[in-house]
């Protein structure tokens, strides 16, 4: 099984920055990996796939990189609305697997 | 637009069984995988199942935790998937979400979300 790490746990960022969030596969996932977001009290919604490609309506200030077992979501000018859990997910192998998530607080 | 509808969610005893159906509308059910995603109490998200779609033989997957006690099937004509979870233990207790499967190369990411349905299992 492919474990997903992400870190920090928890950011707190304020309005207009940006935001650096990391996530690490135990073994390498090529370019099989996710980012969604979840809004308090709401379901997850896909926001990359295949390291850095947008989903349908996601703004271009979230961007994804890396490669193999390291990757990044960035979120730039960070708005009140960005205040969410983020999962990243590798869709490399079975079982699929997310990360714990990170956690972004507006200031 | 991509609609999952998740339902049949409630409280049932350890052992009990539960059925879960996802509605779907805005796209074409018959080619796509369908899957089931997790999430307890306060916890984050674990992958349940996916089926896939028919040109790959309908064929499922599910996590070790679920493997054996649940079973994933589609009725294309009607475009929903269930969920069928037998001998439930409260750790099966979370929302479950119903997600289209989008593929990779072998696995699959989610887009198209359901809002979840919640599960209890307690005594």
């Known amino acids: 099984e492919i474990v997903m790490t992400q870190s920090p746990a928890t950011l707190s960022v304020s309005p207009g920055e940006s935001a650096t969030l990391s996530c690490r596969a135990s073994?390498?996932?090529?370019?099989?990996l996710a980012w969604y977001q979840q809004q308090p009290d709401q379901a997850p919604r896909l926001l990359i796939y295949?390291?850095?490609s947008r989903a349908t309506g996601i703004p271009a200030r979230f961007s994804g990189s890396g490669s193999g077992t390291e990757f990044t979501l960035t979120i730039s000018s960070l708005q009140s609305e960005d205040s969410a859990v983020y999962y990243c997910?590798?869709?490399?192998?079975?079982?699929?697997?997310f990360g714990g998530g990170t956690k972004v607080e507006i200031k | 637009e991509v609609q999952v509808a998740d339902s049949g969610g409630g409280l049932v005893q350890p052992g009990q069984s539960l059925r879960l159906p996802c509605t779907t509308s805005?796209?074409?059910?018959?080619?796509?995988?369908m899957a089931w995603v997790r999430q307890a109490p306060g916890k984050g998200l674990e992958w349940v199942s996916l089926?896939?779609?028919?040109?790959?033989?309908?064929?499922?997957e599910y996590a070790a935790s679920v493997k054996d006690r649940f079973t994933i099937s589609r009725d294309d004509s009607k475009s929903i998937a269930y969920l069928q979870m037998n001998s439930l233990k409260a750790e099966d207790t979370a929302v479950y979400y119903c997600?289209?499967?989008?593929?990779?190369?072998?696995?699959?990411?989610?887009?198209?979300w359901g809002k979840g349905t919640t599960v209890t299992v307690s005594s």
């Open positions: 089926i896939r779609n028919k040109d790959y033989g309908g064929t499922t």
């Open positions: 295949g390291i850095s």
């Open positions: 805005g796209f074409i059910f018959g080619d796509h995988a």
């Open positions: 997600v289209r499967g989008m593929p990779g190369v072998i696995g699959y990411y989610m887009d198209g």
């Open positions: 073994q390498t996932v090529d370019s099989y």
């Open positions: 997910q590798q869709y490399h192998s079975w079982p699929l697997t």
